[in-house]
């Protein structure tokens, strides 16, 4: 499943590259950018389908509204710009229109979680999960890889309904070869394990691997699942994992508050209680600096995600 | 096609049929349903080219109402076109309804959910797009309240219009005048929308909002126009009864058994 080889290219390249390859095969697919093509790499998409391609300016509002009346005629709208403009500046429309009618319309988030690291917490999203998994209809995705990427991109035309994919500036491996399976709304388990269940989603999905890598070396029984899709969430894979291992950790670039480790723990809470330790951004927000510092700043580095495993074993074994 | 004079009695057959539906259903946005029942009339009699009896049909007319808290003037409408049973008129606002407090695309005839203000230009500016990626020949009306145009998103959507300029779009703006909280004046003065309009590049078009004559052959001009044109429609909010005429009390006041009884009469005595 995994692959050895080292590609790395940066997620929103990916994005692009897919949806002009993806074009043919969905006659129907327009794309929609709100002046940060150049950014999410759109402008792909724009300069090989002029036609079928709408910059609408700095407007997110006007251009969610607009997908959603281009979705209404039957066309499959992707529309694309950083993602907390998405979930926030136009946020109601994409309650009143995209939501409540389960338009076919894709929202593509780019620059997700902290990853326009350098512009710092005006730019960085960490609440966009929240925003869109507490929308009913709402279909939420986090690739992690480059293949994951593809697949995503894929699954969310073929996917009937609004979907939120959130996709990262990030450069990111290839993880996963092409028959990875990428089913909306099944997580992979990447190894299995009985100590501890890892389950990450996104960038923070490749930090997981390594802290499992260094787990496992330890000589500590890993699980690992790679969760793309945030809703509906896997409830059967995490509560399993609750079950056979009796600790998880989440590991999300992502608020702790209303993400991935919110929803992992609302599924095991009333079945299977066990320690649930979330690793991510503790209710603050983000700042200018390297990737990679800013990240473990949020408990996202190999060596944090190590200790909050071998914090959540402990948690087993003593009286709570 | 009926007369401009059959239209004029439509129309305020139509404001008391809303009214009884906002009495029915005990709560209920009655000034701004009556400020706009000319237009709606005017538009499904005379310009909407749809198929009650086949609402999807895809070459269709779309018509956004953007002011979705005048839901009672188009439920009726669809109504009388025949869209659905009138018998469900009066099962607004009611548990399990499809005729919800704002229209819900499940409903035959609505071609996309309204209520959070704001967004109607921007839906039917798509729906434009789509016909010319489509290319297919349908066109698109969009109905605002002035009220609404407080919203940023209104003008968001008329420099997009400018930019495009799809020839099969046209906007109607109900100016009634008067908002939730007063008059817009003292709310949020919209000043002079149709230099505000062409100011962006469009071209906008006046007529009196209640003239059935004067709205057909403005609706004519616009869709004679080769580019998106907005509409101003000088209304006024309560039309037909004076004790809500230009009141915004009116705009979302239950109507109780004596207003309704006193409306009622007013309208029954200009048909």
């Not at chain 2, 706009?36 to 198929?51: G, H, W």
Request: charged share 20%; aromatic share 6%.
């Amino acid at each position: 499943m995994t692959v050895a080889q080292c590609e790395i290219k940066p997620m929103r390249q990916v994005f692009g590259e897919t949806l002009v390859a993806l074009a043919d095969e969905f006659p129907d697919m327009v794309v929609l950018d709100a002046d940060c093509a150049s950014s999410t790499q759109t402008r792909q998409f724009a300069t090989a389908y002029p036609e079928r391609f709408f910059n609408m300016g700095i407007a997110e509002a006007n251009m969610v509204a607009a997908a959603a009346g281009l979705s209404a005629t039957g066309l499959i709208p992707v529309a694309s710009t950083f993602a907390f403009l998405l979930s926030l500046r136009a946020g109601d429309q994409v309650r009143s229109l995209l939501a409540y009618n389960s338009l076919n319309v894709k929202l593509a988030g780019g620059y997700a979680g902290l990853s326009d690291f350098a512009d710092g917490a005006s730019h960085q999203s960490i609440m966009d999960l929240a925003v869109m998994t507490a929308l009913p209809n709402m279909t939420v995705l986090v690739p992690s890889d480059i293949t994951e990427t593809r697949l995503a991109t894929r699954a969310m035309l073929e996917h009937k309904g609004p979907v939120y994919l959130r996709l990262s500036r990030a450069e990111v491996e290839k993880r996963f070869d092409e028959d990875h399976p990428f089913v909306i709304g099944q997580g992979v388990q990447i190894q299995d394990g009985s100590d501890v269940t890892l389950i990450a989603c996104g960038v923070a999905s490749g930090i997981a691997q390594q802290a499992a890598d260094e787990l496992v070396a330890q000589g500590l029984r890993v699980r690992l699942i790679d969760m793309h899709t945030i809703k509906p969430l896997d409830v059967e894979l995490v509560q399993r994992a609750a079950e056979q291992t009796g600790a998880i950790v989440t590991v999300e670039e992502h608020n702790i508050i209303g993400g991935l480790g919110a929803a992992v723990a609302s599924a095991v809470c009333h079945t299977h209680p066990v320690p649930v330790i979330r690793v991510g951004l503790e209710d603050r927000f983000g700042e200018s600096g390297p990737y990679a510092d800013i990240l473990a700043r949020a408990g996202l580095s190999r060596e944090q995600v190590v200790t909050a495993a071998q914090r959540a074993i402990a948690m087993k074994h003593t009286d709570r | 096609m009926p007369s401009a004079d059959q239209m004029q009695r439509t129309a305020q057959a139509l404001r008391r049929t809303i009214l009884r539906m906002n009495h029915a259903a005990g709560s209920g946005h009655t000034g701004g349903s009556f400020s706009c029942a000319e237009i709606l009339t005017v538009l499904y009699d005379e310009f909407l080219n749809v198929r009650p009896a086949q609402p999807g049909w895809p070459l269709r007319d779309r018509f956004v109402l953007s002011k979705g808290h005048a839901a009672p003037a188009l439920y009726a409408t669809l109504a009388r076109k025949g869209f659905f049973d009138e018998s469900l008129l009066m099962t607004l606002r009611k548990m399990g309804s499809p005729l919800q407090g704002h229209p819900v695309m499940r409903l035959a005839g609505v071609d996309m959910s309204t209520g959070s203000l704001g967004m109607g230009l921007s839906v039917g500016l798509g729906m434009a797009l789509a016909a010319r990626v489509r290319g297919e020949s349908w066109r698109v009306y969009v109905l605002c309240g002035d009220g609404e145009l407080n919203e940023g998103q209104n003008w968001e959507a008329l420099m997009a219009l400018a930019k495009w300029r799809p020839a099969n779009f046209t906007a109607i703006i109900d100016r009634n005048h008067v908002q939730l909280d007063g008059p817009e004046d003292l709310i949020m003065p919209m000043g002079d929308v149709a230099a505000k309009v062409e100011s962006f590049g469009l071209r906008a078009l006046c007529c009196n909002g209640h003239d059935c004559a004067a709205l057909r052959d403005t609706l004519k001009a616009a869709v004679a126009i080769n580019a998106p044109a907005v509409i101003v429609a000088e209304t006024v909010k309560g039309k037909g009864v004076s004790f809500m005429e230009g009141q915004s009390a009116w705009h979302g006041k239950p109507v109780d058994d004596d207003s309704f009884a006193k409306a009622m009469a007013e309208l029954e005595a200009v048909q």
